[in-house]
C-alpha cells in the first residue's frame, strides 16, 4: 500500500492458522465491532486454502451496511512470509501454501489495500498502535501459548530485517545444553518457558514429590499427573500451592534472563507480554521488573514498563487489521 489510510472507516482482520481462520471488523481506534472463525483446509490444494479465507472475509462484509466504509484488509498468517510482497513462503502448518501470493489473491477479490504479516508482528503493531504500547515508539511483544512469539517495534514501525526473518526472539536460546525446540535448536525460551513448557515442569515437580506431601495442583488434576494443564498451573498458585509457586517462579526467572538479553540488544521502552500462558504468569510480571536489571547491563532498564497486552484471544484479528495502518516505508529504504 502506498498511503496513509484515513482515521475513519474500517478495516478487516484476518487470522489465519492451521485449522481455522479468524476475521473481523476493526474501527479506526482498534475497537473489533465483530469477529468470526471459519474452517482453514490447510492441507489440500492452495485454492482450497484461500477459498477458506475469502469465505471468512465475505461473511464479514455481509454484515457490513455500507461496503464503502471497508478501506483495507489486513491478515496474519504463520511464517516465513514475504511481509514486502504478501508472499507465504513455506509454513509448516500451512502445507496449501508454497510462495503463494496471498495479498495479491485478496487484492484482486476485494479491490483494496491487502497487507500480510505473521502472527507476532501483526500482534505486536496492534499493541504498539491501540494497545498497551500505544506511548511508546520501541516496544519487543512476547507472546506465551502454544509456542513463544516475538515482534519488534522499532521507532513506530515493525522490524522486519533484510529478509523479513526478524524477530524470532522465541528462538533465542538461554542454554545450549538445554532441550531440543521444535525448530532444532537446543534451550530456546521457547522450549524451556512456552504454556506446554510450564505443564511439563509442573508435572516434573509433581513426578519428585514426595508421596506424604499433598499439592492441590494433583487435586486440580484430579489426581492424574498427566492431565495437568498450563491453567491449572494457574489456579494453583492462587491458592499459594507449593509446587505451582516453584513452577512459576522458575519460568519467571527463565523469562526474565531472557527479556535481559532482549534488553541488551534493543533497549525498548517497554516490553508488552500477550498470549493464552500470559494470563497465568500476570500475577509475577512485578517479579520480571524487578529482575529485569539483574539480566542486564542496562543501566536503566528499571524504567522499562512491563505490560500486559492489551488484546486477548483476538489479538490476530487487531493484529491484521492493524497492518494496514503502518506507515509506508519511505522511498530510499526500500530496493
Ligand atoms: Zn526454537
Redesign the pocket.
Known sequence: MTQTLPASGYIIGVDIGGTKVAAGLVDAAGTIESHLRVPMVSNASAEAGLDCVLAAIDSVLNAVKNREDVRAIGICAPGPLDPQTGVIINPPNLACWRDFPLAKKVADAYHVAVKVDNDANSAAFAEARWGAGRDYKNIFYATIGTGIGTGIILDGRIYHGRTGAAGEG??V?IDYRGPR?????LG?I??LASGPAIAKRARAKLAALSSSKSSELLSLAKGSMEAVTTEMVGKAYATRDAVARETLRETIDLLSLWLGNMVDVLDPEAIIIGGGAATVLLPLFDQISELLPKYCVNPRAHEIAVLPAHYGADSGIAGGAALCYEAPRSAHLSH
Open positions: 522465541g528462538h536460546s525446540c521444535s525448530c532444532g535448536k530456546c521457547e522450549v
